[in-house]
T-cell receptor
Framework: GQQVMQIPQYQHVQEGEDFTTYCNSS?????IQWYKQRPGGHPVFLIQ?????EVKKQKRLTFQFGEAKKNSSLHITATQTTDVGTYFC????????????FGRGTSLIVHP | EAQVTQNPRYLITVTGKKLTVTCSQN?????MSWYRQDPGLGLRQIYY???????DKGDVPEGYKVSRKEKRNFPLILESPSPNQTSLYFC???????????FGPGTRLLVL
């Protein structure tokens, strides 16, 4: 079945440093969605990318979708303590299964 | 306010005692699903429903049942809970399986 790998599993940064998490799927994705889960909270939608090679920005966050629609990245510039949480990618496959597969997430820890 | 609600939020039970976790959404979404979240394993889908009376297995369905008699409700049933079902459970809803998912607040279950 479809697998979505996400790295790294954990990332410690000093406040002000940049952060990147990578998502790789074993199959072509219909789209890629990114979610953030704060400690003790539930996943909250951040953004969806649909087109091959698409790049979107939300303030300090930059999201990319690969040309082959099998990989994606989330980059945070100048992290802040409010960025703490676990970031998940999720990708519905472009064919077959109706199950959107989540990556295992990257937990970001920001040290002040 | 558009939301997904789950009840109860916390539950401690004993092995073999049947329980139901309720989930309700007020967004008229067709697609609903249940996930369990375990440390290091991310979000794994248990069951999903494409519409009323249409349900199917996700990646980890063993030991669980669901029903979808009304569009807004999607209860998760554990007929004979076991300790390996101790987990954090999330209900989610979406316009379709490819679209953004909206998660409930979560139900933390401990099976003794």
């Amino acid at each position: 079945g479809q697998q979505v790998m996400q790295i790294p599993q954990y990332q410690h940064v000093q406040e002000g440093e940049d952060f990147t998490t990578y998502c790789n799927s074993s199959t072509t994705l219909s789209n890629i969605q990114w979610y953030k889960q704060r400690p003790g909270g539930h996943p909250v939608f951040l953004i969806q990318l649909v087109k091959s090679g698409e790049v979107k920005k939300q303030k300090r966050l930059t999201f990319q979708f690969g040309e082959a629609k099998k990989n994606s990245s989330l980059h945070i510039t100048a992290t802040q303590t409010t960025d703490v949480g676990t970031y998940f990618c999720a990708g519905p496959p472009s064919g077959g299964s109706y199950i959107p597969t989540f990556g295992r997430g990257t937990s970001l820890i920001v040290h002040p | 306010e558009a939301q997904v609600t789950q009840n109860p939020r916390y539950l401690i039970t004993v092995t073999g005692k049947k329980l139901t976790v309720t989930c309700s959404q007020n967004m008229n979404h067709e697609y609903m699903s249940w996930y369990r979240q375990d440390p290091g394993l991310g979000l794994r889908q248990i069951y999903y429903s494409m519409n009323v009376e249409v349900t199917d297995k996700g990646d980890v369905p063993e030991g669980y049942k669901v029903s979808r008699k009304e569009k807004r409700n999607f209860p998760l049933i554990l007929e004979s809970p076991s300790p390996n079902q101790t987990s954090l459970y999330f209900c989610a809803s979406s316009l379709s399986w490819k679209r953004v998912q909206y998660f409930g607040p979560g139900t933390r279950l401990l099976v003794l």
